[in-house]
């Protein structure tokens, strides 16, 4: 008969014990990823919902703009319909770089954050056609692409970039 001695016995309790604990941590680390995933989700709905939001408050100006050239007797002229709707654009594209800036944080992956930027640059070039803002807003997408696929984006990158982001706001204004 091969019965199992002290040791050999303490061994497989220990190992036991080790696979348990294992177990325990792949459960929590699976319940982890499910809420870092759901945060995601939420955090893309916002980004759509600011959008939408801003697209909409670019149209309620057009119509108050239209409603008060009613009001005064005719349809308005052409000048302060554009430029009602050029403050409408660049409105919504100063939102857009606002949740694009609400996304640059410590820890960022790089690879995440060059897609988002990649994102906020084609919609500002939907809205207000400055190819010369849109040329710097992309050139942060190919630094961010000299990253590993999962590494995070350096702080000193990262002060940068918000440093741009706030300088592509005053040239927003300055379009206005």
Do not use: F, H
């Not at 792949?26 to 995601?40: A, G, P, W």
């Not at 916002?46 to 100006?61: C, F, G, R």
């Not at 430029?83 to 919504?92: E, F, I, L, N």
Request: proline letters at 2%; hydrophobic letters at 35%; a negative charge.
């Amino acid at each position: 008969m091969n019965y199992l001695t002290e040791d050999e016995t303490y061994i497989r309790a220990k190992l036991t014990e080790i696979n348990g604990a294992i177990e325990r941590l792949t459960d929590m680390l699976n319940r982890m990823i499910e809420v870092i995933s759901k945060v995601s989700d939420v955090q893309e709905a916002t980004t759509e919902l600011t959008l939408v939001v801003s697209a909409n408050s670019e149209k309620i100006d057009e119509l108050m703009q239209l409603m008060k050239g009613m009001s005064a007797g005719g349809p308005s002229r052409g000048t302060p319909q554009t430029s009602a709707s050029d403050r409408g654009s660049v409105s919504s594209s100063q939102a857009v770089l606002d949740t694009l800036e609400s996304q640059v944080r410590e820890g960022a992956i790089a690879s995440d954050l060059a897609v988002k930027i990649n994102d906020a640059a084609d919609s500002l070039d939907q809205k207000i056609s400055s190819g010369q803002l849109t040329v710097k807003i992309r050139r942060w997408t190919r630094i961010l692409k000299t990253y590993g696929r999962v590494d995070p984006v350096s702080p000193a990158d990262l002060g940068k970039l918000r440093q741009d982001i706030k300088e592509w706001s005053k040239e927003l204004v300055q379009l206005r």
